[in-house]
């Protein structure tokens, strides 16, 4: 798969160097940022389930919002939803641990699948040097591998930064500066692949035009921070 960068040296260094924690800087509001999380209350997200956000299962302290493993939370979502852009977090997870950043996603289509950012920690059985690749850290779960990005991913309990650009059909995975992962919705390659996934009942899967933006509950403890978008 050829792999185009479509996001500038620029826009990846701002992207990746915040200011002050849940806020932005001058700088990145002149470019357009947005923060997608103020660090402190649910304003902007959602429950998969419903237009409230879980009175459950989620916490947010010290300025980090994170899953309560087992708390029966589920997973949130944007209450908006958006089509070409550049979406970044700060994330650190638990030994063992499993997540992950859906995008694209209806909860009333494709029985709420999307395509998601796969989140594993180092010590997650899916990441054995003979686990299947499409479950790895960095992939689009179950369709496309992201060879490489266990290299990129810090150990349980320090922080990483996850980047998606989305432009068009194309899509960029990134994982603390580094691109691994481009891939484009709709093409030959995209739809084969799908067709061999977990989601291969699905009609046109992953391939909307616009939908909101998922944290996933798996059930462990995971740690988000900094989260923000620029529309393109």
Request: with cysteine; glycine share 12%; aromatic share 10%.
């Amino acid at each position: 798969m050829k792999q185009v960068t479509v996001i500038t040296g620029a826009l990846l260094a701002a992207a990746v160097a915040f200011g002050a924690e849940n806020t932005l800087t001058d700088k990145e509001k002149a470019e357009g940022w947005k923060l997608l999380w103020d660090g402190a209350t649910t304003e902007g997200w959602r429950s998969m389930k419903g237009p409230d956000f879980p009175e459950k299962g989620w916490e947010i302290k010290d300025g980090e919002l994170s899953v309560i493993p087992g708390g029966g939370g589920g997973d949130i979502i944007t209450t908006a939803t958006y089509s070409d852009f550049i979406f970044v977090t700060d994330f650190k997870l638990t030994k063992r641990a499993n997540s992950g950043v859906k995008y694209f996603i209806d909860p009333d289509v494709n029985g709420g699948t999307a395509p998601e950012f796969q989140l594993l920690d180092h010590d997650h059985p899916d990441m054995a040097p003979d686990a299947d690749g499409v479950k790895k850290v960095g992939a689009l779960y179950s369709v496309f591998p992201a060879p490489g990005a266990e290299a990129e991913l810090k150990p349980a309990g320090e922080w990483n930064t996850l980047m998606l650009v989305c432009k068009g059909k194309r899509v960029e995975h990134w994982l603390n500066g580094k691109n691994v992962l481009t891939y484009e919705r709709g093409s030959e390659a995209y739809r084969a692949a799908v067709a061999t996934s977990n989601f291969k009942k699905y009609k046109g899967w992953g391939e909307a035009e616009a939908g909101h933006i998922q944290l996933q509950d798996h059930r462990s403890r995971v740690w988000f921070k900094n989260v923000k978008l620029k529309a393109l």
